[in-house]
């Protein structure tokens, strides 16, 4: 726009009804608001001089707002100086209220019910109690979820495999072993996990963190599957057992290797000499006798063995100990061969003796220790 003498002058843009000022505003019912007057029409206006002063008035009266129907679309917007609708500029959006204040860590919720929930973790409290079997929970939503694994409903199916599950994140964490996406890295190492929960496991190798404590001997561990498994050393406690003969053990990875007794799956392979095995663990001591490493070493007199049963049987020449005793005649055997032995020469009766086997606190009995 211009200026002369301090008095506006309007630039006009030609429409299909006429012509509009530039600077109209435009409503959102596509009427147009005029906020300058037009001149009166040429009629009135042809025997003056066409000066300036002539086409613009010097002092217009005050402008008045007035409407007419245009082809302005019904949307609000602006015409800019090229003459071209713009839309209005957006409101930026505020961010949400949060009006209710957790008293105990300052945490805000946007609802009531928020609050109410989350003060739970701080109470302890437990309202939604399973009918089946009684146990607690401190939202209804997490009740029903668990009220699943009574039913056996599963409403949430991978479309991939058609796998389903009873939680729609455990469906999420499920999808992402088809895409391989993993999208929670480790800031120290890089490494991407698919779950937040493996992530966190895994933050423990760096920080050295140990939360799982053992109640009857104090050892700590970094995973609380880990202490779950050591426990079962003080309660004896033996919950996987084998279908085909009925032998039970503490760990799962142990009835799953003992059942390669009973297929003869060896999936193990040394590529050194193609010599299989059906333990990861008995593949990687035999490899030790290609590469001639002996990482287990004797603490009095610094002898070195690839296997760790190999070293335990060495430490029996130092401390003295005899582990296999004989139940008929009581002597003591270093070694389990030597007791078959005795038992077979010396007690060649129907019902063999039974040794008594006592080995350290530390030590369980894996297959491997089975032929000690």
């Known amino acids: 726009m211009a200026q002369v003498d301090g008095n506006y002058v309007p630039e006009f843009q030609r429409s299909e009804d006429g012509e509009i000022p530039r600077g109209t505003i435009f409503s959102g019912d596509g009427m147009v608001n005029e906020e300058v007057a037009f001149l009166p029409n040429a009629a009135a206006t042809e025997n003056a001089p066409r000066t300036l002063q002539n086409i613009c008035r010097v002092n217009p009266p005050p402008l008045r707002r007035r409407r007419r129907r245009t082809n302005a679309p019904a949307m609000g917007g602006y015409i800019n100086v090229l003459g071209i609708l713009e839309a209005p500029p957006s409101t930026p959006r505020r961010a949400p209220e949060k009006p209710f204040h957790c008293t105990d860590c300052g945490k805000s919720f946007s609802q009531s019910s928020n609050l109410i929930e989350h003060q739970r973790i701080h109470t302890g409290e437990r309202p939604f109690t ?3 079997c009684e146990k607690s929970f401190s939202r209804s939503s997490t009740l029903v979820e668990h009220q699943r694994t009574h039913t056996g409903e599963k409403p949430y199916t991978c479309l991939e495999c058609g796998r389903g599950f009873s939680r729609s994140s455990t469906l999420v964490e499920h999808q992402r072993t088809h895409t391989g996406e993993t999208p929670f890295p480790c800031r120290e190492c890089g490494k991407a996990f698919s779950r937040t929960s493996n992530l966190m496991k895994h933050l423990r ?10 109640a009857l ?41 003992h059942h390669r007794v009973h297929t003869g799956e060896r999936p193990y392979r040394c590529e050194e000499c193609g010599k299989c095995f ?5 593949l990687i001591e035999h ?28 430490q029996r020449i130092h401390t003295g100990e005899k582990p296999y ?9 270093r070694y389990k061969p030597q007791f078959t032995r005795h038992q077979k020469q010396v007690h060649p009766v129907e019902e063999e003796p039974v040794a008594t086997l006592a080995l350290h606190p530390w030590a369980e009995t894996p297959p491997l220790l089975q032929n000690i």
């Open 325 to 333: 005793t004989c139940s008929v005649c009581g002597k003591a055997f």
């Open 217 to 257: 001997c104090g050892k700590c561990f970094s995973l609380s599957s880990n202490l779950l498994k050591h426990e079962r050393t003080h309660s004896g406690e033996k919950p996987f057992p084998c279908s085909l003969c009925g032998k039970r053990f503490k760990k799962k990875t142990h009835l799953v290797s």
């Open 287 to 314: 490899q030790r006798i290609h590469t001639g490493e002996k990482p287990y070493k004797c603490a009095d007199c610094g002898k070195g063995f690839c296997v760790s049963s190999n070293l335990i049987k060495h």
């Open 130 to 132: 399973c009918s089946e």
């Open 278 to 282: 059906s333990q990861s663990s008995i």
């Open 205 to 214: 190798t760096h920080s050295g963190e140990k939360p799982y404590t053992c």
